[in-house]
């Protein structure tokens, strides 16, 4: 009945392994693929009962698969269900299927009315259920990955939300004292309280700004730090200096022990100051009234300690793992009872770690305060010079004032910068004659220009000593003014020194302002005290050497 | 042609048989207790199938289809709806990472069962009613109800019958519904009601009485 020469072929061009056996399951063909990848050859397999050689088919219960066939029925092998029939390895074998993974049909062989023996027909499928695997799992991880986006999306929303809530409430303070100062005459004490309220929520929405680009230049990784060498004890004091009233608001008392041993660290002093203002204000703002905050510097093995711990509302256990998470609040939202973005710890997270430190919260849950620990690994040298400017900053830090931020008078500056010759270039003439008024009352001779071809004239015509200029101008904007000032030469007046003043003020802005020409960089609004240390550092009428790194 | 009750009830009552072979099967293959439910044996012609099933059934479904020969000639089909089909098979083996969709590995264990509940099915109308019944290859087929039942129409002049047999498996706190569809010429239908009266009333001999369910 079997036809030999088809029999041949069959045994030795078969891409699958093809088994025949006789009504009593003995062997009569092996096919060449299955010697290839069994143990067994064919003159061994010739004869012998197929379920003798595998007492495993058994075993599992595939006999019965054969007896069906045997019955007449065609019965169904699946690699899922199965893995395999006869244990036998695979060209495409690896390491997550070692042996080969097969599918398989067991049919009768059918002669008139009589079943005369069964056919198997084995399928290598190893590579298959791998492919199908990996695809199977780069499907679930690319669902996860969505549901990830949108959980992340869902936080931009709610944080653009709780931003434009967080602008707007200064606004509101700014634009109704403006109004109500513009209505009539008032009492001096009167308008002073109102400007007051105005200087402040200004300070505000500067900080709410700040903390947004910060978190950009995060992002984006783009933030960098000025390292020198930095001692904690100033900088802790300078932070809480300026958390002073808002905490004396709220009735909260700051006690402090620093440790003078706990020595200094390499970092940037006004990164470092952020972190500390941050964590304080953070304390401050989850404190109710009356409460304690404590601040303690301390030397741990090879790292100087920060610990600020508050006995205020303090952190539930489930939002403890996220509270250094962008735009993340315990509770977001719109009646939520503190405002701010959630970007603080963020920041000081990255911050700190920048740094090559460790920040750490704990907290015994809701109600029962909250502390964080701050670890930044002590500087193995000292750097060796310090600037005159460092010098008296580090005696200033002594006595409380701040580090970055000078504190002279307008007193002390106005001797030293009486009688300079400053150019303010910008298109907008209340921006012109803001800083023509704040820069006045310093001595310094002040005149303006509206474009870029004035500006040129008055450089070469009044030689002033220092210029300012807007950046964003119709016609010809800030880069094309100082190419073409650099380009007059040192006898025209080519070489002054040049601030540019600005609403960009991303990382990239700067750079490419710095690289056209300007000296510095400060974006709007700029406060005064910096402005005019600015034009201090740049006249060289500043005791120390210009930083042109300050924002 | 209509069943009368008392047909109905043994062709419920052996293909309850077979369903609990199947279920024993499954059971034993997946490690999970596989239960189909007692079935619901209805009737109908060929022609209506789909007006009689397109609520169920309404969009891609996938069936495994073998045809059978012998005393009892016809096509044997079990018809699942895609996403009962994938979700089927996702239960039955048991994979950390369930899949969305029928891939070939899937195709192949919805085949298995298809053709577990088929021959189990057709064994027990061969064993039980001593009729001789030879079985083709299990096939699968995604395709929508209409093109599958035009596919058992056409080329058959004579009128053909379905035995619709509803069903659902139960594992693992899901339950997936389907159908098992017998098609049968009218002479096969004859010769199978024929059988089963016969069954029936040897099992009345045996018993002393009718058995219930």
Redesign the interface.
């Known amino acids: 009945m079997l036809n030999e020469a088809a029999l041949r072929w069959m045994n030795d061009l078969s891409a699958q392994g093809i088994i025949i056996t006789d009504a009593e399951l003995k062997v009569l063909v092996w096919n060449h693929w299955l010697e290839v990848r069994s143990t067994h050859l064919a003159a061994d397999m010739i004869g012998r009962g197929l379920l003798d050689v595998y007492p495993e088919l058994v075993e599992r219960?595939l006999d019965k698969y054969y007896k069906?066939a045997l019955?007449?029925?065609?019965?169904?092998?699946?690699?899922?269900?199965?893995i395999y029939l006869l244990p036998m390895s695979s060209p495409e074998a690896s390491t997550s299927y070692p042996l080969m993974q097969q599918?398989a049909?067991i049919?009768p062989l059918?002669e008139g009315d009589r079943v005369i023996g069964t056919i198997t027909v084995i399928d290598d499928?190893t590579e298959?259920?791998e492919y199908?695997?990996q695809?199977?799992?780069l499907?679930?991880r690319e669902r996860n990955a969505r549901k990830e986006a949108e959980t992340a999306n869902r936080t931009k929303d709610e944080f653009l939300a709780t931003v434009s809530h967080e602008l707007r409430t200064p606004l509101n303070a700014i634009s109704g004292w403006v109004q109500i100062l513009r209505k009539k005459e008032f009492d001096p004490a009167f308008i002073a309280n109102g400007l007051e309220i105005i200087e402040r929520n200004v300070k505000i929405q500067v900080k709410i700004i700040e903390d947004i680009l910060d978190v950009s230049r995060i992002v984006t990784g783009k933030l960098s730090l000025n390292v020198t060498t930095v001692d904690l004890g100033p900088i802790i004091e300078a932070a809480l200096e300026s958390v002073r009233l808002a905490a004396d608001a709220k009735g909260i008392k700051i006690s402090r022990t620093l440790d003078a041993r706990a020595g200094s660290v390499s970092g940037d002093p006004g990164r470092l100051q952020q972190v500390i203002w941050n964590l304080v204000s953070n304390a401050i703002k989850f404190t109710p009234k009356g409460g304690a905050i404590d601040v303690r510097l301390s030397r741990v093995d090879s790292q100087a300690e920060i610990r600020v711990s508050d006995n205020g509302k303090g952190i539930s256990p489930e939002f403890l793992p996220y509270v250094f998470e962008r735009f993340r609040q315990a509770d977001s939202t719109s009646a939520r009872q503190h405002s701010g973005l959630g970007l603080g710890l963020a920041i000081v997270r990255h911050l700190v770690e920048m740094h090559g430190g460790t920040v750490h919260a704990s907290s015994e849950g809701e109600g029962k305060g909250a502390t964080f620990i701050v670890r930044i690994p002590f500087t193995a040298v000292r750097v060796m010079k310090e600037s005159s400017r460092q010098a008296e900053q580090r005696k200033g830090n002594a006595e409380g004032s701040q580090v970055i931020e000078r504190d002279g008078s307008p007193a002390d500056d106005a001797a030293q910068l009486s009688g300079l010759r400053l150019l303010i270039v910008d298109d907008e003439p209340d921006a012109r004659e803001m800083l023509q008024v704040m820069l006045g009352q310093y001595g310094i001779q002040v005149k303006t220009s509206a474009s870029v071809q004035e500006a040129l004239e008055l450089l070469e015509r009044w030689k002033p000593d220092v210029l300012i200029s807007d950046v964003g101008m119709p016609n010809e904007d800030g880069y094309a003014l100082i190419l073409r000032v650099r380009a007059l030469g040192h006898d025209r007046g080519g070489n002054i020194p040049a601030i540019a003043l600005t609403g960009y003020s991303r990382l990239e802005d700067r750079s490419q302002l710095l690289a056209a020409g300007y000296q510095m960089h400060l974006s709007k609004p700029v406060e005064l005290a910096r402005l005019v240390n600015a034009i201090m550092s740049l006249s060289g009428r500043a005791e120390g050497e210009y930083y042109s790194s300050v924002e | 042609m209509q069943l009368n009750e008392r047909q109905k009830d043994a062709l419920t009552e052996l293909i309850n048989i077979a369903f609990s072979r199947t279920a024993a099967s499954l059971s034993e293959l997946t490690g999970h207790r596989v239960v189909l439910d007692v079935p619901n044996v209805e009737i109908y012609p060929v022609s209506e199938l789909t007006a009689r099933l397109a609520g169920f059934l309404p969009a891609e479904l996938a069936s495994v289809h073998q045809v059978f020969t012998g005393t009892l000639t016809g096509d044997a089909l079990l018809l699942l709806n895609y996403e009962g089909a994938v979700m089927l098979t996702n239960l039955l083996t048991d994979d950390a990472l369930f899949s969305q969709r029928l891939n070939e590995s899937a195709r192949e264990v919805l085949t298995e069962v298809g053709n577990i509940l088929l021959n189990a099915c057709l064994g027990v109308f061969g064993n039980m009613l001593e009729v001789r019944v030879s079985f083709s290859v299990p096939r699968l087929h995604l395709e929508t109800l209409g093109s599958l039942v035009k596919s058992l129409i056409i080329d058959k002049e004579e009128l053909r019958y379905a035995l619709v047999i509803y069903t659902a498996f139960r594992l693992r706190d899901s339950s997936i519904s389907g159908f098992l569809v017998i098609a049968l010429s009218v002479v096969s239908l004859d010769r199978l009601i024929q059988e089963i009266e016969a069954w029936e009333d040897r099992q009345g001999e045996y018993d002393g009485g009718k058995q219930s369910n």
Do not use: T
């Open positions: 219960g069906d019955a007449g029925q065609v019965r169904m092998l699946s690699h899922r269900l199965h599918s049909r049919a059918i499928v298959r259920a199908e695997d695809l199977v799992r499907l679930a």
